[in-house]
């Protein structure tokens, strides 16, 4: 597991932006789970963080100084920035620096309108398939991703289960973002509480969890179900062996189920079809979303290990306070 052992602080100049550059201050980084994915050394969607390189992160901040027309002094902008209180944008684009449209909160761009939730959207529309009056079970309900998946399928006339870890995270799903129940994990048996809140089955399971909690959910489905497998964040996302696999793994044959893994950057060209329907449900009040927001760029070896911990509700956001304008992590 990551800890602050495993990252140093740097002190190094502010960088100087070259022709075609800008530089951006920083303002905003968010924290999710596949951050640590990204620090093994071994296959993944994006090549491993080189060691002595700059943590690899999203974030939001300010354009201070430009050569380039792509970016206004001024200008808030999003994409891969780093752990860093200033970043040179070079370009804009699926993994450059993009330029905040008009009206929207900076942050959003890193939680609804982000991977987040272009993550949520893709998983259940496409992987999932739900269908008014479905059963839909979302594990890491009260989580940046899980809780917009669950909406979602509520929007579209489902019933909705999250799963949860205390009472206060699970009051937050039922009573916010309302689901129409949340099993607490730490308190609750949890394919005991499924067999009563979903006596015909689960419809659609949206994964974020893996581990015991997959196998209550794979004990407990319906016929043709769907399981969206969007996460395994209790095997910590570590190097080495992997945890055993799914006991309960059988069902889908017995059920006629699926079971299917998706990475958002699959549906490139339809992330304009994503934002514009999360847009609609955010604006009538379907979609709410929680912000879990700490500050100094000195948490963030602690805020990646914390989403493995669950000491967050909703989108983990680290906001760089003021502080020397020569630091980088």
Known sequence: MVDETSFELRNSPVPEPGPGEALVRVVWLAFDPTQRGWLNDGPNYLDPVPLGAVMRAGGAGQVVRSRTAEYVVGDWVCGMVGWQDYAIASGQGLLGVNVVPPGIDPKAMLGIFGATGLTAYFGMIDIGKPSAG???LVS???????SIAGQIAKALGCRVIGVAGGSAKCAWVTE????????????????ARLRELAPEGVDVFFDNVGGAILDAGLATLAERARIVVCGAISSGYEAGEPPPGPRN????????????????LDYLDRFPEAFGRLHEWMTQGDIVYAEDIQEGLELAPALLRGLFEGRNLGKQLLRIGPRSPHTQT
């Open 134 to 136: 479905d059963t839909v």
């Open 176 to 191: 916010v973002a309302r689901f129409d129940a949340c099993i607490d994990y730490k308190a609750e048996d949890v394919e």
């Open 140 to 146: 890491g309900a009260a989580g940046a991703t899980g």
């Open 249 to 264: 793994y059988l069902q889908l044959g017995l059920e006629r189920a699926r079971m299917e893994g998706f990475v958002f």
